[in-house]
């Protein structure tokens, strides 16, 4: 079955480094995605990682994918308060409507 | 250069009064989807159209409508609102890829929905 989990809440120093994780169950998973939401406005696609990479850097966003144990990551360096919101993993098993959603991770920057 | 657009932003509407919300996107993608996000919660797919192949979600209830009169305009017809449809609705387009399902899907900033 299709499932995604996060855990609910973060919260880092400005200056850290977050790491948001995510796990799914559906090893067909073909596209591993990255969304933000801050309050009250719609869902910003941050980064994607496909099912046969292990890793992908942006700037100041690293995916680290484990296929063996479902995992997924981002972590965000020098976290700044404009990176306050909350954080959706998501993955897609290659349909055009299969696009499942966790629950969302807020993220709290503290200056 | 906005992508994909929702209006209104905000609509509050009454008690068993019809709703339409609109949405409409510059990437001439192909598909368009209607998501209702709860506080606290993750969107929840609703339906999708695929060109003009409309496909509702199996636990969409039977109130909520879409048209798609072109490819860049899609519309959520909720016909009789009720208290429990209170909620950001989210419309999302994406581009179908040939043999492989779709590209990564694009959110419009959503519309918050009043029900009084």
């Known amino acids: 079955g299709e499932d995604v989990e996060q855990s609910l809440f973060l919260s880092v120093r400005e200056g850290d480094s977050s790491v948001i994780n995510c796990t799914y169950t559906?090893?067909?998973?073909?596209?591993l995605y990255w969304y933000k939401q801050e309050p009250g406005a719609g869902l910003q696609l941050l980064t994607y990682?496909?099912?046969?990479?292990d890793m992908k850097q942006d700037q100041r966003l690293t995916v680290l994918l484990n296929k063996k144990d479902k995992h997924l990551s981002l972590r965000i360096a020098d976290t700044q308060t404009g990176d306050s919101a909350i954080y959706f993993c998501?993955?897609?098993?290659?349909?055009?409507?299969?696009?499942?959603f966790g629950i969302g991770t807020k993220l709290q920057v503290i200056p | 250069d906005a992508m994909v657009i929702q209006n209104p932003r905000y609509q509050v509407t009454q008690f068993g009064k019809p709703v339409t919300l609109s949405c409409s996107q510059t990437?001439?993608?192909?598909?368009m989807y209607w998501y209702q996000q709860k506080s606290s919660q993750a969107p929840k797919l609703l339906f999708h159209?695929?060109?003009?192949?409309?496909?509702n979600e199996a636990d969409t209830p039977d109130n909520f409508q879409s048209r798609r009169p072109n490819t860049s305009f899609c519309f959520l017809d909720i016909r009789s609102p009720g208290l429990g449809d209170a909620a950001m609705y989210l419309c999302?387009?994406?581009?179908?890829?040939?043999?492989?399902?779709?590209?990564?899907?694009?959110f419009g900033p959503g519309t918050r929905l009043t029900v009084l």
């Open positions: 998501a993955e897609n098993l290659g349909g055009y409507q299969k696009v499942t």
């Open positions: 559906d090893s067909s998973s073909t596209y």
């Open positions: 159209y695929y060109d003009k192949d409309f496909n």
């Open positions: 990437l001439n993608h192909n598909v």
């Open positions: 999302a387009t994406s581009r179908a890829l040939s043999g492989r399902g779709t590209d990564t899907q694009y």
């Open positions: 990682i496909f099912s046969n990479m």
